[in-house]
């Protein structure tokens, strides 16, 4: 089995095992200083061995890839198994019709708070938040919202995987696959 059907069926039965949003992950980026930032996000879409989310690309992490790419995911499942799934990567703006597709699905008040929240910039206080939101409510009043050009998906081109698994006497199993060229090697690594 290679390491996307191994994410899928993980995946699957961590969901009908009953995980609690099983798609929700760890996002980790660097800044051009070199310090990590991580934050959950949420898997949105996977499609053509990539893993899509959907943010504001003038955010943090927005401006994080825009200078360096490179960025590792982590999903943690306490059931069937217990299990974490780490992998690396590089991500790169989805195409629009991706991103358009995701934002019309999306509830009209979560459309309207994508253009009115400036992610990750300072705000006055809640007030400030609140009087854009009405501004955009009433811009797009009777109207279909559209999609922000600085909100849409990311998707990720993963490089490396490691499947953990909880094991007896702390024996866990990590089944590690990186890339050689087009094919993926796969390793055992000590726990
Ligand atoms: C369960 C959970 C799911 C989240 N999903 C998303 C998401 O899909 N996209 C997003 O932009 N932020 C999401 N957030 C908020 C992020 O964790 C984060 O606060 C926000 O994106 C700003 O991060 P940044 O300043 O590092 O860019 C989620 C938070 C939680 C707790």
């Not at 899928?8 to 996002?27: C, H, N, T």
């Not at 690309?57 to 943690?76: C, I, T, W």
């Amino acid at each position: 089995m290679g390491p996307f059907e191994m994410f899928s069926d993980w995946y699957k039965q961590a969901e009908d095992a009953g995980v609690v949003e099983p798609f929700a992950f760890v996002l980790s980026t660097v800044s051009t200083h070199g310090e990590p930032h991580s934050r959950v996000v949420l898997l949105r879409r996977t499609e053509d061995k990539m893993f899509y989310f959907f943010t504001n690309y003038s955010s943090l992490k927005g401006m994080d890839v825009a200078q360096n790419p490179h960025v590792a995911m982590n999903f943690h499942w306490r059931a069937p198994e217990h299990r974490q799934i780490r992998i690396q990567g590089t991500v790169a703006k989805a195409r629009a019709d991706i991103s358009d597709d995701y934002f019309s699905s999306r509830p009209r008040g979560s459309q309207i708070g994508a253009w009115s929240s400036p992610q990750s910039q300072m705000l006055t206080d809640k007030n400030d938040l609140l009087s854009r939101i009405s501004l955009f409510d009433e811009k797009f009043s009777g109207k279909d919202v559209p999609r922000p050009e600085f909100w849409g998906g990311y998707g990720i081109t993963p490089t490396y995987f490691e499947f953990w698994q909880e094991g007896e006497n702390r024996l866990h199993t990590r089944i590690a696959f990186s890339k050689d060229g087009e094919k993926w090697v796969q390793k055992l690594l000590a726990p």
